[in-house]
Structure formats: structure tokens, C-alpha cells
Nanobody
Framework: QVQLVESGGGLVQAGGSLKLSCAVS????????MGWFGQAPGTERDFVAG????????FYADSVKGRFTISRDNAKNTVVLQLNSLKPEDTAVYYC?????????????????WGQGTQVTVSS
């Protein structure tokens, strides 16, 4: 079992930054893949960024490359998503997820555990 708790969402103006954190507890292995997904109202949950639990091998959606950075804070056992140069279209509930099979996938159905989500709202 893996428990995930997101924090750090909020309201920010376009061009601003936010830092999202995902606190991870429970049993974890280096091959696990941690992902962040965003879901805007009326849309499906879309992949944003992923990282292997070991801290190596990151991957991103094209829409966020160069603006968002995913990393792991070993000391705090968290996965961090730094959001820079935010745009109104980044507005969504952001979810942290864990894939215990380590497929390094962008498909939400492949992820086994999910947090409750944190709201990010970007005003124009």
C-alpha cells in the first residue's frame, strides 16, 4: 500500500509559480514511477510529469516542458512539482499517482495509487 497526499495548490496570476508536493508513505521501491496528472473541469485526467522513485529518469508532457520540473526530495519522502511560467490553461486539479509496475507511462489507468488532488488556478 502506498499513501499519497498532495499540497501546495492555490491561486496565482499568469506568469507566476507554484510548488506542489506529494507526501509519500507506505511501501515503496526504486522502480516505482511517480506521476503528476492534471484534470480541468469536464476533461479527462491528463499526464503532466513523471519520475522514477529512485530519482532518475524524468519525463514530461510536451505542454509543460521547460516550465514544470518534477523532482524527489529524499529527506522528506516527497515528490515535488515546480510549476513556473503558469498559464490560465494550466488551471486544473493536480493529482499525484504511483505506478508500482514502473512502466514509465503517461496513461492514467496504469497508475495504481492516487492522492486526493490539489487545486491550481491561474488567473489571466
Amino acid at each position: 500500500q502506498v499513501q499519497l497526499v498532495e499540497s501546495g495548490g492555490g491561486l496565482v496570476q499568469a506568469g507566476g509559480s507554484l510548488k506542489l508536493s506529494c507526501a509519500v508513505s507506505g511501501r515503496t521501491f526504486s522502480h516505482y514511477v511517480m506521476g503528476w496528472f492534471g484534470q480541468a473541469p469536464g476533461t479527462e485526467r491528463d499526464f503532466v510529469a513523471g519520475i522514477r522513485w529512485s530519482g532518475f529518469s524524468t519525463f514530461y508532457a510536451d505542454s509543460v516542458k521547460g516550465r514544470f520540473t518534477i523532482s524527489r526530495d529524499n529527506a522528506k519522502n516527497t515528490v515535488v512539482l515546480q510549476l513556473n511560467s503558469l498559464k490560465p490553461e494550466d488551471t486544473a486539479v493536480y493529482y499525484c499517482a504511483a505506478d508500482v509496475n514502473g512502466f514509465r507511462t503517461v496513461v492514467s489507468a496504469r497508475y495504481d495509487y492516487w492522492g486526493q488532488g490539489t487545486q491550481v488556478t491561474v488567473s489571466s
